[in-house]
Nanobody
Framework: QVQLVESGGGLVRPGGSLRLSCAASGSISSSYNMGWYRQAPGKQRELVATITSGGSTNYADSVKGRFTISRDDAKNTVYLQMNSLKPEETAVYYC??????????????WGKGTLVTVSS
C-alpha cells in the first residue's frame, strides 16, 4: 500500500504562486509515476501535470509555462510549483502515484487532496 498526503494549498490572489507538496509513504519507490490532478466544483477531475519514474514531464496545455512538476525520490515527495494562478484554477488538487507491476498489474493510488482557492 502507498499513502499520499498533499499539502500547501490555501488562498492566493490572482497572479500569485503556491507550491504544493505530496509526501508518499508505505510501499513507494522511485519506480512510480507521479501526477497532479484537480477537480473544480461541478467539474470532472482533470490532469494538471505528470512526471514519470525517469523524470519526463507532461502538462495540461492550460498550465504550460506556469506550472512545474518535480520529484525528490530521496524524500518520496513530488511538488507542483504554480505561478500566475487564475481564479478558474480554484479546485481541489490531488496527487496520484501509479505503476504497472508484474502479475499485479496497475497499482494506482490517490491522496485526499488539498484545496487551492484563487480569489481577490
Amino acid at each position: 500500500q502507498v499513502q499520499l498526503v498533499e499539502s500547501g494549498g490555501g488562498l492566493v490572489r490572482p497572479g500569485g504562486s503556491l507550491r504544493l507538496s505530496c509526501a508518499a509513504s508505505g510501499s513507494i519507490s522511485s519506480s512510480y509515476n507521479m501526477g497532479w490532478y484537480r477537480q473544480a466544483p461541478g467539474k470532472q477531475r482533470e490532469l494538471v501535470a505528470t512526471i514519470t519514474s525517469g523524470g519526463s514531464t507532461n502538462y495540461a496545455d492550460s498550465v504550460k509555462g506556469r506550472f512545474t512538476i518535480s520529484r525528490d525520490d530521496a524524500k518520496n515527495t513530488v511538488y507542483l510549483q504554480m505561478n500566475s494562478l487564475k481564479p478558474e484554477e480554484t479546485a481541489v488538487y490531488y496527487c496520484r502515484a501509479d505503476r504497472v507491476a508484474p502479475i499485479l498489474g496497475l497499482l494506482d493510488y490517490w491522496g485526499k487532496g488539498t484545496l487551492v482557492t484563487v480569489s481577490s
